[in-house]
């Protein structure tokens, strides 16, 4: 069983900048992928961006050229620096990763854009 961790939400003002981290129990190298999901209040929970083992991010097109996805194999760690924030970018944000057939969500950490 793998355990997440998620750091970093808060509460910030329109254009500003947070960074998540999502922390696992163990090494991160044997996963196919890690996500960061984010859920809106009365909203289906969505895939914000992915990062591959090589390495390779993939994005949503709300937040192309605004979020970066980056992982730390050494720290057991992937991160998601968010600039220019916006009102709806405000969610529950989740670290998800797939190993092999098994998959693992973290508990969420709140991420509120407001002025």
């Known amino acids: 069983q793998v355990q997440l961790v998620e750091s970093g939400g808060g509460l910030v003002q329109p254009g500003g900048s947070l960074r998540l981290s999502c922390t696992a129990s163990?090494?991160?190298?044997?996963?196919?992928?890690m996500v960061w999901y984010r859920q809106a209040p009365g909203k289906q929970r969505e895939s914000v961006a992915r990062?591959?083992?090589?390495?390779?991010?993939n994005y949503a097109d709300s937040v192309k050229g605004r979020f970066s996805i980056s992982r730390d194999n050494a720290k057991k760690a992937v991160y998601l620096q968010m600039n220019s924030l916006k009102l709806e970018d405000t969610a529950i944000y989740y670290c998800y990763v797939i190993r092999g057939i098994s998959s693992y969500w973290g508990q969420g950490t709140q991420v509120t854009v407001s002025s």
């Open positions: 990062i591959f083992s090589d390495g390779s991010p």
């Open positions: 163990e090494s991160i190298s044997s996963f196919n992928y």
